[in-house]
């Protein structure tokens, strides 16, 4: 166990609709990192927070949005639903000491979001 | 860009024999690269990371990788198999991106341990 914890573990919704995820970072971490594992895929990277400022996004649509709190958890929300979105998102966290490079990330079990 | 390729999208091996996960990595600078294990329906647990400190990395659960610059490899490697081994492995490299780093993931190894 990482310590990195998800909720809610499962989640249905309907095309258009909007869904917050949560994360809770391991203790002492100050950094969180978002990725959308579709299925029979690697994860891929959505964007990534620091002192709650988004800090490094991948290739997603503005609909795809994030908030870090102070004290280090966070949201993942996304808009306007489509049934692509349907897949495993992960959250990770990290601790940032000086430069980003080679920090490792320790992973959370992921919400299984499913578009119907 | 970074990016890793894992060569075999499927290994299968028996009990008590090595596992060999294969790597290759492109990277314009010294990279950092990871391997991380999912058991079904779970989340992502690290095995190892190198950073340039040693070519030859111990993880968790006897398993170890060398990272070889002159060939591009990072192969994942275990003298022998376990049943609980089986589930999917990703090899992984670190980027910097927009102040922050991204983790970038290849394609994914199912790994098959049978009796």
């Known amino acids: 166990e990482t310590g990195v914890t998800q909720s809610p573990t499962h989640l249905i919704k309907t095309r258009g609709q909007q869904v917050t995820l949560r994360c809770s970072s391991q203790?002492?971490?100050?950094?969180v990192s978002w990725y959308q594992q579709a299925l029979g895929q690697g994860p891929q990277f959505i964007f990534q927070y620091y002192r709650e400022e988004e800090n490094g996004r991948g290739n997603f649509p503005p609909r795809f949005s994030g908030l870090q709190f102070p004290n280090y958890s966070s949201e993942l929300n996304v808009n306007a639903l489509e049934l692509d979105d349907s897949a495993l998102y992960l959250c990770a966290s990290s601790l940032r000491v000086g430069g980003a490079l080679g920090e490792t990330q320790y992973f959370g079990p992921g919400t299984r979001l499913l578009v119907l | 860009a970074q990016s890793v390729t894992q060569l075999d999208s499927h290994v299968s091996v028996s009990e008590g024999t090595p596992v060999l996960l294969r790597c290759n990595y492109s990277s314009s600078y010294s990279p950092s690269l990871f391997w991380y294990v999912q058991h079904p329906n779970k989340g992502l647990q690290l095995l190892l990371k190198?950073?340039?400190?040693?070519?030859l990395v111990k993880g968790i659960n006897g398993f170890e990788a060398e990272f070889k610059k002159s060939e591009t490899s990072f192969h994942l490697t275990k003298p022998s198999a376990h049943m609980s081994d089986a589930a999917e492995y990703f090899c992984v490299v670190s980027e910097l991106t927009g102040g922050g780093n991204k983790l970038t993931f290849g394609t994914g190894t199912q790994l098959k341990v049978e009796l």
């Open positions: 203790s002492g971490h100050n950094t």
């Open positions: 190198y950073t340039s400190a040693a070519t």
